[in-house]
């Protein structure tokens, strides 16, 4: 029970779902296909009933995909946002496949709370950018510990080629200004979208939580696809490569 004396058995958990992922389509009009892609390379290598960890899970985006496309699926949601957490386990609630995890990628021991030694797959999205390169490449190692042989490990997030800086910044201006139409014509941005939550009776307090975890922006580093092959490789997986790209975003797949 909330302060106000509101249940999150209340909440409309679909309805913040669709929130967010408009919000993230605002930033990647993409989504939908890198996740599709995701899901295909899951399919071709480990079958329709892998045991998955979501991977900086949030609301559980990429959990949902995979369980209504691959119903005999077993997800493990990880993420330390409380607020996210909140959405997604309101939504999953009841749903035996599902498990949620709260744990910070950069402790060392998060591994030890997660109810399986070993996934078929682990899958990110748009997440594990706001890590800096030494601890994402110590965190790889984790997850190539947790991969079983011939299981996967998919990526998708921005990753940035520095050798091309003209391409970049006209495809970055291109974008930008896309957004900026979108938003005057009424599209939520990510601090909009934190301002409903923080007034919203039961996620106005995890939402505080979060924000004293992790401020206001994420601070990390947006290496190119091939530096997270190279690491990749070097952390022990076999073959690694890009599946899917956008102007922006890499999917980078890395085989066990």
């Known amino acids: 029970m909330t302060d106000s004396g509101t249940t999150a058995a209340a909440a409309d958990w679909q309805a913040w779902q669709r929130s967010w992922d408009r919000q993230q389509e605002w930033y990647m009009p993409d989504r939908e296909e890198r996740f599709r892609i ?15 960890l979501d991977l900086a899970c949030g609301t559980g985006s990429i959990t949902a995909r995979l369980l209504d496309r691959f119903p005999r699926a077993t997800s493990t949601g990880v993420d ?40 078929d797959a682990v899958l990110t999205a748009t997440a594990l950018h706001w ?9 790889y190692g984790q997850i190539a510990d947790l991969v079983r042989e011939g299981g996967v490990f998919l990526n998708a997030d921005h990753m940035t080629d520095e050798t091309t800086p003209r391409i970049n910044e006209a495809e970055r201006a291109l974008r930008h200004a896309r957004r ?19 007034k919203d009776p039961v996620l106005a307090e995890p939402t505080a939580r979060r924000f004293a975890i992790f401020g206001e ?15 990749l490789r070097a952390r022990g997986f076999a073959e690694v490569r890009p599946v899917w790209c956008s102007p922006s975003d890499t999917l980078v797949l890395a085989l066990k």
């Open 38 to 52: 995701m899901l295909d390379m899951v399919e071709a290598l480990v079958g329709t009933a892998p045991r998955v």
């Open 80 to 119: 330390l946002d409380p607020a996210l957490l909140t959405i997604a386990r309101g939504t999953f609630e009841g749903d035996a496949r599902v498990t949620f995890v709260t744990a910070d990628l950069t402790d060392p021991d998060w591994p030890a709370q997660l109810p399986y030694d070993s996934y």
């Open 180 to 198: 900026e139409r979108a938003r005057q014509e009424g599209a939520l941005d990510w601090a909009d979208w934190w301002q409903l939550a923080a």
């Open 217 to 231: 922006h994420a601070d990390g580093d947006t290496p190119s696809a091939a530096w997270h092959a190279k690491v």
């Open 131 to 139: 890590l800096h390169r030494d601890p994402l490449a110590a965190l």
